[in-house]
């Protein structure tokens, strides 16, 4: 039985490790692994090592990817990308980014504090505002009608949002093309 798709190589661990944390969990077998289970018998497999063993073999320093990374999302701007292209170089720094850090998370199974859901509320409150950040101009009154907005929307849909404004204008500028060439055709 398979239970990711990513196959340990030696320069992904991190994507591995994340991977089989997230089908770990689903399958409620996570806190075998992360030793926060009652300890096996002394004759049972040292599952515990196991994980531990491969963090120290395979787990390298991400620091100079998190940093160029980190870097690469705060120098981008859509400039003469299309807002579909924006939105996908985005997300595509954003997901590995999500790749190389190992953030914190609450696993127990009765959990109480909402400290999952207001750690990935604040992620997707700071991907939102790097993301509105880089638009260009154009985008400026829609940008700040977004901000204002109680909820915040999510990433996506904020992403549906502008599309749909980029449709609208753009019906909005082939109408006014269409009535400058009819008054053309009226004056000749």
Known sequence: MQL????LTESNYNQWRRSMSIALSSKLKYRFVDGTCSKPAQNAPLLMHGMRYLEVRYAQSNVPKLFNLRKELSHLEQGSLSL????TRFRTINDELDSVVNKPRCICAQCTCQVNAKLIEIEQN?????????????????RGQILLMKPLP???????I????ENQSNIHNSVSVTNDN???SVKA
Do not use: K, P, W
Request: one cysteine or more; aromatic letters at 12%; glycine letters at 6%.
């Open 154 to 160: 999510t990433l996506n849909q904020c992403y549906a």
């Open 182 to 184: 009819i008054a053309m």
């Open 162 to 165: 502008l599309l749909q404004e």
């Open 126 to 142: 700071v991907q939102l505002t790097h993301f509105l950040r880089g638009l260009n101009d154009t985008y400026t009154t829609i």
């Open 4 to 7: 990711v798709a990513v196959i």
């Open 84 to 87: 579909s292209g924006y939105f």
